[in-house]
């Protein structure tokens, strides 16, 4: 995991344009002659997103929780680092906190390949409930533990759906299609097996694909979707609803080991509160994106059950391979 050290020093003459000053020394306060600091958290995600609305709720909550005491502030849009570069300043102790989505934990600790599972639920709540039960959290938890990390929880964007060019009815019109997806071995699987061309590409180039064609389809969850308006240069959504958008909520475990009993449960405390108003945000914009969706033209096709069934029966062979790396018991508490 050490692959990339980035020390206090370091990250302070990283960001001498001014905001190493908020973030590492104007962040001290002096109250009743004791001095406070706000410890960073960072996110690879723009502002108006859940994972902002689930990180600021976090900090706010842990600052009311504590009479004021843990002061957070969030740095969002990749200002302290990428996705992969906050794992490891994470693991490393120079950012106590972090919140982004489980894909980029994969490399780093096997048991989240469990969340690439495909069609594993029906609806939102279910995957909620899988995920919230005491036995599962404690398994996954643990996980985390060994790889260098305490996972306070996990909030959502809801499924991840697929837009396309072409309107996908039956499990017949997935082939062919040239899909971008996310860099990540099982999702890559999955839309092989559905007899789909996956091909990962940065995010940042997904918009000017679709728009010259080098793809046909794309795969997000809705918020997405319309926060980059790739809805303008596709024909259809198809809500496959093939995996869950998860985000964690995750803390350096030395960082947190450090802390005193009452301040663990305090962010513990703040992090069910932020991941229930994350969670209620988050389906609350889902239909807004919808309908903004369905404004446009764009049309929303939901799979029928027959379709739903073959895109799971197909998955057979992705299964396998997750459950070749993921704890037995962690796979079942999730999947059954």
């Not at 002659?33 to 994972?51: I, N």
């Not at 996980?143 to 396309?164: K, P």
Request: aromatic fraction near 10%.
């Amino acid at each position: 995991m050490r692959k990339k050290k980035m020390t206090v020093r370091l990250l302070s003459a990283f960001l001498a344009g001014g905001l190493a000053a908020g973030l590492l020394a104007g962040c001290a306060q002096s109250t009743g002659g004791e001095q406070r600091y706000a410890y960073p958290l960072g996110t690879a995600s723009p502002e108006d997103t859940v994972t902002q609305i689930y990180a600021e709720k976090f900090a706010e909550e842990a600052d009311r929780l504590s009479g004021g005491r843990i002061k957070i502030t969030v740095y969002p849009n990749s200002v302290l680092g990428g996705d992969r570069e906050l794992l490891e300043s994470c693991y490393d102790g120079d950012i106590p906190f972090v919140v982004q989505n489980t894909a980029p934990q994969v490399n780093f600790i096997d048991d989240t390949a469990v969340f690439d599972m495909p069609c594993v639920f029906e609806d939102i709540d279910s995957m909620r409930e899988a995920v919230d039960n005491a036995d599962f959290m404690e398994l996954i938890q643990e996980s985390y533990r060994e790889a260098g990390f305490e996972l306070l929880g996990y909030a959502d964007q809801g499924f991840r759906v697929m837009s396309s060019n072409k309107a996908v009815e039956d499990f017949s019109d997935f082939k062919g299609q040239k899909i971008r997806t996310m860099e990540d071995p099982y999702q890559l699987a999955f839309w092989k097996e559905l007899g789909s061309n996956p091909t990962p590409m940065n995010f940042s180039e997904v918009y000017i694909g679709l728009q010259q064609n080098t793809i046909d389809a794309q795969e997000n969850p809705y918020e997405v979707i319309v926060s980059n308006r790739l809805y303008e240069q596709q024909d259809y959504i198809i809500e496959t609803n093939h995996v869950p958008h998860l985000i964690s909520l995750i803390v350096s475990e030395s960082f947190f080991e450090e802390l005193p009993k009452e301040d663990q449960q305090i962010l513990i405390e703040a992090q069910e509160i932020a991941k229930a108003y994350a969670r209620e945000q988050s389906d609350e914009r889902i239909s807004e994106r919808i309908q903004i969706i369905r404004d446009s033209g764009t049309e929303i096709i939901t799979l029928d059950e027959e379709t739903m069934e073959a895109m799971k029966e197909a998955s057979a062979p992705v299964y396998d391979q997750i459950a070749e790396v993921v704890d037995a018991e962690i796979l079942k508490l999730y999947s059954e």
